[in-house]
């Protein structure tokens, strides 16, 4: 029984078992004949029968440290020093007793089983087999080779044969069935693992999703907006950026035409005084602004920036959906865009003063605030609020968990 555990595990994990409960069985076989010899010698003088039970201490001391932790090297020692132990106890035990006159007896059958389960374990089922093989072969011999010591009469008892055989065949059965058990788990760990890969493709296309909506809605802004004629260097550079970011086959090198980004130079100083313009938030921000959008921006840029990396990039591409949403449902030319930090979250708001819309549920086709917003924010473990209505304008409050609480959160995979 492999209790649905992957095929590399359950090998080890049944063989650990086997061995356990074969250890357990040795050292009650042990135990039942030390109990047996010191009953039958208690109250007698007869020194012989007291060496019968000294001859047993060995091997039980031996498989009290198998049971700790089984080696090699530990149970070849058990095999050996049991197979000595073995024919000295057989030796006295008959010579002590008189009216013992041949090996098919009980007690003589315990020490042997204890040999035979215990040399029968090991990390697989032919092995375990081959163990079990070689501790029945030793304390068998022992028992031939006593008996012809003592001078009585050898016959196999059924009781060792038995557990031998009982042993071989659980170890042929585990091995036999072992196949059949390993395609099931496979086919299990198969399922579970295709059930992930759905979840993270589901996961990967509503980000691509989004992206490619966020992208392709902000550039038909743009050009809209834009006058007749050739388009603006600037605009065009941007349009041209955002397609290389979402790979669609747009060259990597800058060829000749292509255009330059404006202020080069003043832009790599600038970011590398201040993360905020290197930003994805201050990227959206500029971008509305390029698009004849009015933005002010307030509050602690500093609480923004030391964000987690991704989750600066969501919340930067779910203030360019809102901007973009301003420009195209509001009406209003401008918009505010507030940051705030405390309480382990950082808070962005974007507010417009133009006409609203019903906040009881985006409707089915808002794909903006369905999937680059709210879908977006909660993506990185945060939450979206939306108050709006048609007099007063809209407002939308992002609430991302900060760079620690993020981080001990492990935060959603995008």
């Known amino acids: 029984m492999s209790l649905g555990l992957p095929s ?11 061995a356990s409960a074969a250890r357990w069985a040795g050292l009650v076989c042990l135990g039942g004949a030390v109990v047996n ?3 039958s010698s208690f109250g007698s003088h007869n020194v012989t029968s007291w060496l019968t039970l000294l001859f047993l201490i060995p091997m039980v001391v031996l498989l009290l440290m198998l049971a700790r932790g089984r080696t090699v090297v530990l149970t070849l020692a058990y095999l050996l020093v049991g197979a000595v132990c073995t024919y000295f106890y057989v030796v006295a035990l008959l010579t002590g007793t008189p009216s013992y006159r041949d090996t098919n007896l009980f007690v003589i059958a315990l020490p042997v089983v204890a040999m035979t389960l215990v040399g029968g374990t090991g990390t697989g089922s032919l092995v375990g087999i081959l163990w079990a093989t070689l501790g029945f072969a030793l304390a068998e011999a022992a028992v031939i080779v006593a008996a012809a010591t003592a001078e009585r009469t050898y016959i196999p008892d059924a009781i060792s044969l038995g557990a031998y055989l009982l042993l071989v065949g659980v170890l042929a059965f585990d091995g036999l069935t072992r196949g059949t058990r390993s395609r099931a788990q496979t086919a299990l760990h198969r399922a579970v693992r295709d059930a992930r890969l759905v979840d993270i493709r589901r ?6 999703t989004a992206e490619l909506h966020d992208t392709v809605l902000s550039e038909l802004v743009a050009v809209s907006a834009a006058r007749p004629g050739p388009l603006d260097p600037r605009l065009a550079g941007r349009i041209e950026a955002d397609l290389r970011g979402l790979a669609v086959g747009v060259p990597g090198d800058d060829g000749p035409g292509s255009p330059e980004p404006a202020s080069a130079d003043e832009g790599t100083a600038a970011s590398a005084a201040d993360p905020w313009y290197d930003s994805d938030l201050h990227q959206a921000i500029e971008a509305a602004r390029d698009e004849g959008l009015t933005v002010d921006v307030s509050g602690d840029r500093s609480a ?7 989750v600066r990039r969501a919340v930067g591409l779910a203030v360019r959906q809102c901007l973009v949403n301003v420009m195209r449902h509001s009406g209003s030319p401008v918009a505010e865009v507030a940051l705030s930090a405390g309480g382990g979250s950082v808070s962005v708001m974007v507010v417009d003063s133009g006409s609203g819309f019903p906040v009881t549920g985006p409707a089915a086709d808002r794909l903006g605030l369905r999937q680059s917003v709210q879908d977006r924010i909660a993506r990185v473990g945060g939450t979206v609020d939306i108050y709006s209505s048609t007099d007063i304008g809209t407002t939308v409050i992002l609430t991302v968990p900060s760079a620690s609480e993020h981080a001990a959160g492990g935060g959603p995979a995008a």
């Open 304 to 310: 923004f920036t030391g964000l987690d990396e991704d």
């Open 203 to 208: 996961e990967l296309t509503a980000a691509s």
């Open 37 to 39: 010899v010191a009953t």
């Open 8 to 18: 590399h595990l359950a090998r080890p994990a049944n063989s650990r078992a086997i």
